[in-house]
């Protein structure tokens, strides 16, 4: 085979197997031994993707590179198998003890020895890619713009390749921050997490600042939160190592005591493999804080946690202890509203998951202030596997924004509910079909046309404007404001 970099190696492989559609063999150096020749075997079920084996895993005498595979694993501890992930379009590593292609919607891959025995070094990351420039007509500039569909939107100067997974968060003088992750790729050795301030009056976001940024590691899904009894503006972000998925996880923490000049220097928060964070902190009745996050630690399955404080301040994490949501398996990126009700102490807590089985969104309530929580049951919403975050509005109703559907990630849409979460009679697309001359929705795209407008953040502040946040194309990071009437106007543009 010709020579390739290192860095680019396995993914040459990947991309030849989807294209062709049947068994493929190629060269590639993905360990210590050097060269091994790779096969890529098609799933019988064309929907779970492809597999790839590694010829060097046969054993002596064989000819068959998936029998070969099957017997080492169970003979012996450390067989790796590469499985083809038909979504994010790259083989990933796993020690599966029965051979089979093993898909995974979320990327959990990397040939890594801390992961993976005796996989040998993993090759040099490629230096960072420049930013994706804009479509015709839309300016990556962070400049708030009057929108054809009565909205204000901006689109964030992208600091890297990749970005994903914004947080919004409002301070006193009425300024909004942002932060959300940036790198060559999701998961990629040195993706950071980086931050952006709208100052209040101003119409244009300032360039993203670049906070945390660690080489051989991932950090992912920040979330802000304004602490008011110390004024101090918190940042908590996933770290785990790069290309190794959730599992290897920890929540890193840094602050800042003058709205985000200046931070303190990362450092791990809470420190057991598998915590991810994702939404909103809040305030609990009593001044402590509630932290919903969720893990996918080693011996569990993947479920949601609520970290409480024993302390009205962030504290360390000493001054913290974990509740595990019941009956939360495969129910991850908890949501919590609070919501003023009769015959409950005056609130309810409302929590709202992300389905991993991208079914619906699902929904639990809680009146102890997040100790305990019902069983979570669908809504009527549907789910794609992909982020939610809801926010209770100042007139008591429930604002949620999510993907529409069960699959793709397009459109990206908001719903009011007046009664907690039971029906959504209001409901409006945000973004469907890339923007073009700053109109959000240009086209009618099929389903999974491959765009992606996700992982959405939104808040109201105090004057009663709602804003949010999200992944456009995973080039940038959009902004859009608009009032809660907005939604309930017509569900496409003209």
């Avoid at 999701?186 to 209040?200: K, N």
């Avoid at 931070?263 to 932290?291: E, K, M, Q, Y």
């Avoid at 080693?298 to 409480?308: E, L, Y």
């Avoid at 999510?402 to 409901?427: E, M």
Wanted: aromatic content about 8%; some cysteine; proline content about 8%.
């Amino acid at each position: 085979t010709m020579s390739l970099p290192k860095a680019v190696r396995v993914l040459v492989v990947a991309v030849v197997a989807i294209g062709l559609g049947d068994t493929v063999e190629t060269t590639v150096v993905n360990n210590s031994n050097g060269s091994s020749t790779w096969k890529l075997i098609p799933h019988a079920d064309a929907t779970q993707g492809q597999a790839c084996v590694p010829k060097s895993c046969v054993l002596k005498g064989s000819t068959d590179s998936v029998t070969g595979c099957q017997l080492m694993c169970v003979a012996t501890e450390g067989c790796v198998v590469f499985s083809w992930n038909h979504e994010s379009h790259h083989c990933y590593t796993n020690t599966n003890p029965v051979w089979k292609p093993l898909p995974n919607n979320h990327v959990d891959s990397g040939c890594n020895e801390a992961v993976v025995p005796r996989c040998g070094p993993s090759p040099s990351p490629a230096p960072p890619a420049p930013p994706v420039p804009p479509p015709p007509g839309v300016k990556y500039d962070g400049v708030i713009r009057a929108d054809v569909d009565g909205s204000n939107v901006a689109y964030m100067i992208p600091p890297y390749k990749s970005n994903h997974a914004a947080t919004l968060e409002q301070l006193p003088d009425g300024s909004l921050v942002a932060a959300w992750f940036s790198g060559e790729k999701e998961e990629a050795s040195g993706c950071a997490i980086v931050f952006a301030t709208l100052v209040s009056g101003a119409s244009t976001w300032s360039t993203a600042a670049t906070l945390s940024k660690r080489d051989g590691y991932s950090n992912q899904n920040p979330v802000l939160f304004y602490d008011n009894t110390t004024t101090i503006l918190h940042l908590f972000h996933s770290q785990a190592l790069a290309e190794s998925g959730e599992s290897t996880s920890e929540i890193w923490h840094l602050q800042s005591t003058n709205g985000g000049g200046t931070w303190s220097l990362p450092a791990p928060f809470f420190t057991a493999l598998g915590d991810f964070p994702r939404n909103r902190i809040i305030r609990r009745v009593d001044g402590t804080i509630l932290f919903p996050y969720y893990s996918q630690g080693d011996g569990h399955p993947n479920w949601s946690v609520m970290g409480v404080s024993r302390t009205r301040s962030i504290g360390d994490n000493t001054t913290w202890s974990a509740h595990v949501v019941g009956n939360s398996d495969n129910l991850v990126q908890p949501s919590v509203v609070r919501r003023m009700a009769t015959g409950v102490g005056g609130s309810l807590l409302i929590v709202f998951f992300r389905d991993r089985k991208a079914e619906h969104i699902y929904r639990s309530t809680s009146t102890d202030e997040g100790l305990s929580w019902t069983a979570p049951l669908p809504t009527k919403l549907p789910n794609n596997n992909a982020g939610i975050e809801a926010y209770a509005l100042k007139d008591g109703r429930i604002v949620l924004a999510f993907n529409p559907q069960t699959t793709s990630r397009d459109p990206l849409a908001v719903a009011l509910s007046p009664d907690g979460g039971i029906t959504w009679p209001q409901q409006r697309d945000v973004q469907h079909g890339v923007s073009s001359n700053l109109s959000s929705r240009v086209t009618e795209p099929k389903s999974g046309s491959g765009n992606e407008f996700s992982y959405p953040t939104i808040l109201q502040d105090r004057n009663g404007t709602i804003h949010m946040m999200y992944t456009y194309l995973r080039d940038t990071i959009k902004y859009k404001a608009f009032q809660p009437s907005w939604i309930a106007g017509p569900s496409k543009v003209q």
